[in-house]
């Protein structure tokens, strides 16, 4: 009953295989432009310089009268200059007058600076009288004007290729006059969840059925590693409709993903519809969960044949798809902080596998959660997980373990 | 010209009225149904239960024969025992015979045990003949069954209230049968950016002008707190149409956001706009930059009126709003990893107030960027910023500081 797994690989052979996959196939990542306002958090696919000077004019950076600084050499409290203002020029606003010794123009922050004019001199420190403007203090050429290009000169980098977009940067860019940037395509990632007895969520139960969860925590994951989760429904054991939805689940997608409907046993449709359309490069890997994982190519792109248990499922997405996926969407990998803590409970492993075993984080101390990996409230429980070696069979109470989290988002 | 500050209020007394504010007017949160599709990283607003009891039924966990247990009590390699297969179970199906001594149904994992079954023995130790089955292993009751309930019984909490809904917790709640959850409604900030000096960046330069860029870097620093942001676009300096604009803005939105025209020159209609229409509670604060900073109440909303100045309204929307609106959407206070480093240049700070200063990290010191607060590239490459105590004027350079950092997202 049923076909045998191809030799089993182990995870590092799989990790060469599918990072080779995915340098041969997804290389280099398309690119979209998105507009300013659905940029954030995107990574950008080019350098983007901007097309003006930054400031694009000599501007005024206070409040205050342009004018030109010898005409208050030697000004103070005590021997105040007098001005004539010619005009009062508003942010906005383009000068009209030329300012010549001994005029000014009263000129509001952001505004451009008069022809003539070398300083501006603050608010503060003068005083109106009429037409007549009272200085009480000198100025330096250039004081309080922000000079144009002294930011960032035209044509020069203002955010760089692979960076995230942060407001910081989408600041930069918008001022500059940009309102559409090229960013790296998000990589689009089909979702089919395998199995006779899959109902969808939003169904009533009936008996014998149980709700489909993998199809919504795997978009979640998906989402989690910057990617854009499209879920293609419930198919059932059946092999033309897994073949159907197949072949047109991986013409809208990039990636396709399948849980449920890998392992040896009766329902084994995966590997027979995939080599038919297409090459299985992976059947069986020596983990533990995990074994039955499937991975081929169809028309050019991957499928990922997911063990159909939710924990199983998650878990073999989380070793084996996130760090490519992130790679592939641009998004900067985790900073996986694993903590080494002291396991509270005895645990048994199991032999010639390498073993990822849930715990949950305690009072400093890691506790292995023993529920079968059909229990999905064990993930909902659980605060990370612990990579066991394949030579190792009984982990003592109280060994150092390394914790990798599991981040929400 | 202009009005004067009412009276400048230090930080932390900001923060008190501040976070009163928040809690009078925005307290309890508003809760929305998502559905799971839309539901990865928001909060949830209420606990969840599973109105059905998971699994739903007593469950195969694994492929193989569901049988009496005592039907194969000290069978082994040497010892087989022969039972009669009476049907076979798919996932998804309901059995529809009983199980006698003697007999046993061939099952597949995650289907229905049937009942008089009390154990499943793997296909890996029994062997068929015909319609006779061989079994070479003993199982013990309850082998390879999965209980009904055993994982979560019906009625129990599966998600909890203020819990981020991460792909696990997705996966519980899917597997429960829910397909909408309560969570906490992204709060509406409306962003409105005034003065005649701006620009949309999708338009063509015209001297005079600058681009509008707080819009933009406003909205991303929205997003990032978890909230919805909506750029209303850019008001003239124009008491009519700012007094327009407010009111507009404030009934769609549950917070309004303004950046520009907020100080004591020419152009200062914000305050007058706000007193006319609603009050004023905080106009200006001793901190650098961000001194004019207002903040009021328009029908029952606050008002946030932030300064111009690309770097300043975004170093006070950090300071002053960040907190209030990642509490307000529910998402947990970043990890504000404060790092201890030397200054690499001395620093002159302003006396009286508290002053933040851009910094950039290298070779583990902070270098202070001295560009003024008009330069948007000075945000584009900090690192992050330190806060200057109000009696400290010179920072010498080596002096320890703490630099809080500008995480992209």
Redesign the interface.
């Known amino acids: 009953?049923?076909r045998e797994f191809l030799d089993l690989v182990d995870i590092s052979e799989a990790h060469r295989i599918i990072r080779n996959l995915f340098k041969e196939i997804y290389h280099p990542p398309p690119i979209e432009k998105v507009n300013?306002?659905n940029?954030?958090?995107r990574v950008l696919a080019q350098n983007v310089k901007t097309p003006?000077d930054?400031?694009?004019?000599n501007?005024a950076?206070r409040?205050g009268y342009a004018l030109k600084a010898e005409d208050t050499f030697h000004a103070s409290e005590d021997n105040p200059k007098t001005l004539k203002c010619i005009e009062v020029i508003?942010?906005?606003?383009?000068p009209q007058k030329r300012i010549k010794r001994g005029c000014c123009s009263?000129i509001?922050?952001?505004?451009?600076i008069p022809e003539g004019a070398d300083a501006i001199v603050m608010?503060e420190y003068a005083e109106?009288e009429n037409d007549n403007i009272i200085i009480y203090k000198s100025a330096y050429p250039g004081q309080h004007i922000?000079q144009r290009g002294?930011?960032?000169p035209k044509n020069e980098i203002?955010?760089w290729k692979n960076?995230?977009?942060?407001?910081?940067?989408?600041?930069?860019?918008?001022?500059?006059?940009?309102?559409k940037v090229p960013v790296i395509a998000k990589p689009k990632i089909g979702i089919l969840s395998t199995?006779?007895?899959?109902i969808?969520?939003?169904?009533?139960?009936t008996?014998?059925?149980?709700?489909?969860?993998?199809?919504?925590?795997?978009?979640?994951?998906v989402?989690?590693c910057g990617c854009e989760p499209k879920?293609l429904g419930i198919v059932k054991?059946d092999y033309t409709k897994l073949h159907k939805a197949i072949q047109e689940g991986i013409l809208e997608c990039d990636i396709l993903i399948t849980s449920g409907g890998t392992?040896a046993?009766?329902?084994d449709m995966l590997r027979e519809v995939i080599e038919d359309i297409g090459k299985v490069m992976i059947h069986g890997i020596s983990i533990k969960p995990g074994k039955p994982t499937l991975i081929g190519e169809v028309k050019g792109k991957l499928v990922f044949g997911l063990p159909?248990f939710?924990v199983s499922a998650?878990i073999i997405f989380d070793v084996l798809l996130r760090p490519y996926l992130m790679e592939l969407s641009g998004k900067p990998p985790i900073e996986h902080r694993r903590v080494e803590l002291p396991l509270a409970r005895r645990l048994h492993s199991s032999k010639g596998r390498i073993h990822y075993a849930l715990v949950k984080v305690k009072n400093g101390r890691a506790y292995p959660i023993l529920?079968?990996s059909?229990?999905?409230?064990?993930?909902?429980d659980?605060d990370g997980y612990i990579k066991i070696p394949k030579n190792v069979e009984i982990l003592e109470e109280g060994s150092r373990v390394k914790v990798s989290p599991?981040?929400?988002?």
């Open positions: 009953m049923g300013l306002e940029a954030y958090g003006i930054l400031p694009p004019f501007r950076s409040d508003e942010a906005g606003a383009i009263r509001s922050t952001g505004a451009p608010v109106e922000a002294l930011d960032i203002i955010a960076s995230i977009l942060s407001p910081e940067k989408i600041g930069a860019i918008s001022a500059a006059g940009i309102s199995g006779n007895e899959l969808e969520p939003s169904n009533d139960w008996p014998g059925k149980i709700f489909d969860s993998n199809s919504h925590s795997i978009a979640a994951a989402k989690k879920i054991d392992s046993g009766a329902g159909g939710p998650l529920k079968d059909g229990a999905i409230t064990s993930l909902a659980a599991l981040s929400p988002i």
